[in-house]
């Protein structure tokens, strides 16, 4: 069955429509969601609300542009109102940071070096790591591509406080990566 096949059959209710397209996408998409959420668990309640959402608003798909595009956008917004409702939204971080540097430049060079050689299941692990509020910034900007203004209009932040939390994130998330290759080395 074609995109244009299952989203014909979805907004009449069937069933096999429903679930080929739920299942063609489901991957990708949980995917999107364990990038907003602190755990599978929580990414997959995400997703089921948001491909309920989806189904709901089938009829609002235009055929203009992707629509894997507009089925990510659906799950973003889901995993941004998940985070607002569960209180776990602290978008708003102190701007208190304090700013490791490393020694020297060949250190910077080494840790880079360690970094590359880490999975994606590790990669997303630390993403996991970072506060709510940084993790969201994180996703939005480097894997979404919003810009700044827009992430501030989305999350009800200032530009400053987006473009604040994407460096804090960028930090932490080195930070934790080193801290799981020392841990995986130190074995």
Known sequence: MNEHDIIKGCLKNDRASQKALYEQYYSKMLGVCLRYSKDKDDA????????????????????????????????????????????????IVSTVY???????????????????????EEILKAVQELTPAYRTVFNLYVIEEFSHREIAEMLDISEGTSKSNLSKAKFNLKRNLMHLIKATHDK
């Open 44 to 91: 997959k309640d995400v997703l089921h609300e948001a491909f309920l959402k989806v189904f709901n608003n089938l009829k609002n798909f235009n055929g203009t542009g992707s629509f894997e595009g507009w089925i990510r956008r659906i799950m973003v917004n889901t995993s941004i109102d998940s985070l607002r409702k569960n209180k776990q939204n602290y978008l």
């Open 98 to 120: 304090a700013n490791e540097k490393a020694s020297n430049l060949a250190d910077e060079v080494e840790e880079d070096d360690l970094i590359l050689n880490i999975n994606k």
